[in-house]
């Protein structure tokens, strides 16, 4: 977690970026051995490739294509579909490939070359080595964080302490889901028919139970005329017009507020009282006023 701008450690250059420093903290018992690091394009930069290149440990990734030093020729060449270019600065590649979109993609392990690759269904396809040697080391990852963004807990309005939990939440059901998919479970099963299993097994509610049947029971209709009124109820109207009167509207001043020395208008009155009042509040309080004086 980040704690400021004097947190440094020995591995960490200096004049490195927030990001360059947390990713040299995190792998720093790491460094110098010879590890290929697979990151996604919130970490991956020229300038981190390069620092790690220096301590014998080498990256693979996507890329933003906003990220200093990457090379305009790739950046900013529009491909067709199936297209792949890739430029180099002393070991550093950086390479793009035009599928559905461009993408991305920076490696100091891999020489871009376009191999033929299978998918999970047995289909193959030619793709480039670099993005499918990421695919094969962060499906996992990214497989995760879709799923989980699909039904997340947390809210915009919650506490960051509250989205961190909420997350953390999150994580954990998916793993379980995972491990409960992979060793007891058929392969058709949702992640989405997991969490409501789960969730209906805490509330002790029946599996079978649907969300109509829980929220949305449908309140028995009643009619207006079963509905006992007493006959000295209080209820707002409007004013009658008097005769001749070419508005829509007749106002009069609020008893209430004309006690408060204020001069306001209403357009309603009570239907007993004959009394002119403000609608809400002015109403309330001239009510409360009454009953009080009847009970005296």
């Known amino acids: 977690m980040y704690k400021g701008k004097n947190d440094s450690t020995p591995t960490t250059p200096s004049?490195?970026?927030?990001?360059?420093?947390?990713?040299?903290?995190?792998?720093?018992?790491?460094?110098?051995i010879g590890h290929n690091l697979y990151m996604d394009n919130y970490y991956n930069s020229v300038?981190?490739?390069?620092?790690?290149?220096?301590?014998?440990?080498?990256?693979?990734?996507?890329?933003?294509?906003?990220?200093?030093?990457?090379?305009?020729g790739v950046i900013n060449k529009k491909l067709q579909k199936g297209e792949h270019i890739w430029k180099r600065r002393g070991l550093v590649y950086v390479s793009k490939w035009k599928d559905k979109r461009d993408v991305i993609c920076i490696t100091?392990?891999?020489?871009?070359?376009?191999?033929l690759s299978k998918n999970r269904y047995g289909r193959e396809k030619l793709k480039p080595?670099?993005?499918?040697?990421?695919?094969?080391?962060?499906?996992?990852v990214d497989r995760s964080d879709q799923m989980i963004s699909y039904y997340s807990c947390p809210r915009k309005s919650a506490k960051w302490y509250k989205k961190v939990l909420f997350h953390l939440l999150d994580v954990t059901l998916w793993n379980t889901f995972f491990i409960y998919k992979k060793h007891f479970s058929p392969k058709n099963l949702r992640f989405k028919d997991f969490r409501d299993s789960l969730i209906k097994h805490f509330l002790q509610i029946p599996l079978q139970a649907t969300c109509d049947q829980l929220f949305n029971k449908l309140k028995p209709k009643t009619?207006?005329?079963?509905?006992?009124?007493?006959?000295?109820?209080h209820f707002q109207e409007p004013i009658p017009l008097p005769k001749n009167?070419?508005?829509?509207?007749?106002?009069?001043?609020?008893?209430v507020c004309f006690k408060k020395k204020e001069r306001k208008q209403t357009s309603f009155q009570c239907k007993i009282c004959k009394v002119p009042l403000c609608a809400g509040k002015c109403f309330e309080d001239y009510h409360k006023e009454k009953k009080l004086i009847v009970k005296i």
């Open 129 to 140: 080595l670099e993005i499918v040697k990421y695919n094969e080391y962060m499906s996992g």
């Open 108 to 115: 100091t392990n891999h020489k871009p070359t376009i191999i």
């Open 47 to 72: 300038t981190l490739s390069n620092i790690l290149l220096k301590r014998k440990t080498y990256v693979t990734g996507t890329l933003r294509s906003n990220r200093k030093g990457n090379p305009k």
């Open 245 to 255: 009167f070419k508005r829509k509207k007749y106002f009069k001043n609020c008893i």
């Open 15 to 32: 004049k490195t970026s927030k990001i360059d420093s947390l990713v040299l903290k995190l792998m720093s018992p790491y460094l110098d």
């Open 223 to 233: 009619n207006r005329s079963d509905i006992n009124v007493p006959d000295n109820a």
